[in-house]
C-alpha cells in the first residue's frame, strides 16, 4: 500500500523552540490529515485541511497544504513537554482510504 | 458523549485461538476502517468499510476477517491463520466524502 514520506523521524528539541515537519507523496490527495498519538492511545485529530495552499492554525499548531497536493507541513511553534509524542500526517484518496507517514516522534527536554 | 470505543482495551490470547475485536462507534458515520500498528511503525490498512453489509480489503487483510451488519459496528476477527497477531490495534471511522477520520482508543491484543 501507499506510504507517505515523513520527516523527520524523530527530534529532540529544548522547551520553547519551534518545530517543524512534513510528509511528501507522490499521488494528489483531496485532504491532509495531522495526529498526534500518545503512547498506548489512538490517534487524536490535530488539523484537517482541505484545499492546495490552505493555512490552517490551532493554537500553537500550523499546518498547510501544499500547493502541488502532494505535500503538506507541520508546525509546533514554542514548544512545551506536553507536546512530547508521536505526529503522524495522512492522505485521504479520492476512494475514501486514507494514508499515513510513518510518524515524527518529538521530544521534548523541559 | 459522541466518539468511538473499543473494547477490550488489553486482550491476551493464546496461539491457535480465533478472537474478535470489538468497534462501535455513535458519530453516524458511513464509513469504518481497522489498522494495525506495530512498534515503531506507522498505521496499514486491514479491512474498511464504506457502507452497511459492505466491506473491502486493505494491505494486509490475510489472517483477518470482518463484518459491518449495523452502521455503528465494525468487529474485527483476528484467526489463526494470522502469522503474528501481536499488536496494537485501532478502529477509526469518517463521514463518507468527508476528509476528517476518527480514532478508537486502541486495543492492544497480545498472543502467546
Not at chain 1, 41 to 47: A, H, N, Y
Not at chain 2, 10 to 27: A, D, I, P
Not at chain 2, 32 to 44: A, I
Not at chain 2, 75 to 93: D, I
Amino acid at each position: 500500500g501507499q506510504q507517505l514520506n515523513q520527516s523527520p523521524q524523530s527530534m529532540f528539541i529544548q522547551e520553547g523552540e519551534d518545530v517543524s515537519m512534513n510528509c511528501t507523496s507522490s499521488s494528489i490527495f483531496n485532504t491532509w490529515l495531522w495526529y498526534k498519538q500518545e503512547p498506548g492511545e489512538g490517534p487524536v485529530l490535530l488539523i484537517a485541511l482541505y484545499k492546495a495552499g490552505e493555512l490552517t492554525s490551532n493554537g500553537r499548531l500550523t499546518a498547510q497544504f501544499g500547493i502541488t497536493r502532494k505535500d503538506s507541513f507541520l508546525n509546533i511553534s514554542a514548544s512545551i513537554p506536553s507536546d512530547v509524542g508521536i505526529y503522524f500526517c495522512a492522505g485521504q484518496s479520492n476512494f475514501n482510504k486514507f494514508y499515513f507517514g510513518s510518524g515524527t516522534k518529538l521530544n521534548v527536554k523541559p | 458523549d459522541g466518539g468511538i470505543t473499543q473494547s477490550p482495551k488489553y486482550l491476551f490470547r493464546k496461539e491457535g485461538q480465533n478472537v474478535t475485536l470489538s468497534c462501535e462507534q455513535n458519530l453516524n458515520h458511513d464509513a469504518m476502517y481497522w489498522y494495525r500498528q506495530d512498534p515503531g511503525q506507522g498505521l496499514r490498512l486491514i479491512y474498511y468499510s464504506q457502507i452497511v453489509n459492505d466491506f473491502q480489503k486493505g494491505d494486509i487483510a490475510e489472517g483477518y476477517s470482518v463484518s459491518r451488519e449495523k452502521k455503528e459496528s465494525f468487529p474485527l476477527t483476528v484467526t489463526s491463520a494470522q502469522k503474528n497477531p501481536t499488536a496494537f490495534y485501532l478502529c477509526a471511522s469518517s463521514l463518507t466524502g468527508e476528509g476528517e477520520q476518527y480514532f478508537g482508543p486502541g486495543t492492544r491484543l497480545t498472543v502467546t
